[in-house]
Nanobody, 119 residues
């Protein structure tokens, strides 16, 4: 099977930066899209950023100009560089990947990493 493991969350002051990483492992043939979602307490999960295999990216309006998504296809890893963090960025961040493995294409999720922006 396929596993996604996130790292890099933590506590940061407003205006600070964090870098999240998510590595996919297992019987992977290809990954067409990787992305980051987040869920704050009492709110629905929302997409933050996504990157497709060709390198095209898209971002939620709330993070444009502050967050940058990138991926290393050789390592099946996606990153989220978060700058100028705001208290409203506080949430559990989840990695997501569309993976073709030994079975049919499937959407996989990581277990999440907490990001807290507070002074």
């Amino acid at each position: 099977q396929v596993q996604l493991v996130e790292s890099g969350g933590g506590l940061v002051q407003p205006g600070g930066s964090l870098r999240l990483s998510c590595a996919a492992s297992g019987s992977i043939f290809s990954i067409n899209v990787m992305g980051w979602y987040r869920q704050a307490p009492g709110k629905e999960r929302e997409r933050v950023a996504a990157i497709i295999n060709g390198g095209d990216t898209n971002y939620a309006d709330s993070v444009k100009g502050r967050f940058t998504i990138s991926r290393d296809n050789a390592k099946n890893t996606v990153y989220l560089q978060m700058n100028s963090l705001k208290p409203e960025d506080t949430a559990v961040y989840y990695c997501n990947a569309g993976v073709t493995s030994i079975g049919p294409w499937r959407n996989y999720w990581g277990q999440g990493t907490q990001v807290t922006v507070s002074s």
